[in-house]
């Protein structure tokens, strides 16, 4: 089955860290770009931060220095670990992927997305 699975959301306190996994099945992620997305409650679908297929890599300016996107093609996983948490950054984050390999802050260029895990930052 084709499909992407995040993982690794939670709870945590204010200034506490979480990292978040997106694991791709039923095909390889080596030459795609792959996103993160959040959703805050209230609020429409913002891009976080996405990593080319050649490993470059760009974030919201709001968590630039919090948050580090990386990949593991071994793995088939792409992985955002979110440190220095805020309230702000509560919100279900959804990872998806680009067919074309470089990725935008654009959720209409991405063509397949999970099904979303839960970040809830308070104390």
């Known amino acids: 089955q084709v499909q992407l699975v995040e993982s690794g959301g939670g709870l945590v306190q204010p200034g506490g860290s979480l990292e978040l996994s997106c694991a791709a099945s039923?095909?390889?992620?080596?030459?795609?770009?792959v996103g993160w997305f959040r959703q805050a409650p209230g609020k429409g679908r913002e891009g976080v931060s996405y990593i080319n297929s050649d490993g470059t890599r760009n974030y919201k300016d709001s968590v630039k220095g919090r948050f580090t996107i990386s990949r593991d093609n071994a793995k088939n996983t792409v992985s955002l670990q979110m440190n220095s948490l805020k309230p702000e950054d509560t919100a279900i984050y959804y990872c998806a992927t680009d067919g074309s390999g470089w990725g935008t802050f654009a959720e209409v260029n991405y063509d397949m997305w999970g099904q979303g895990t839960q970040v809830t930052v308070a104390s």
């Open positions: 039923g095909f390889t992620l080596d030459y795609y770009a």
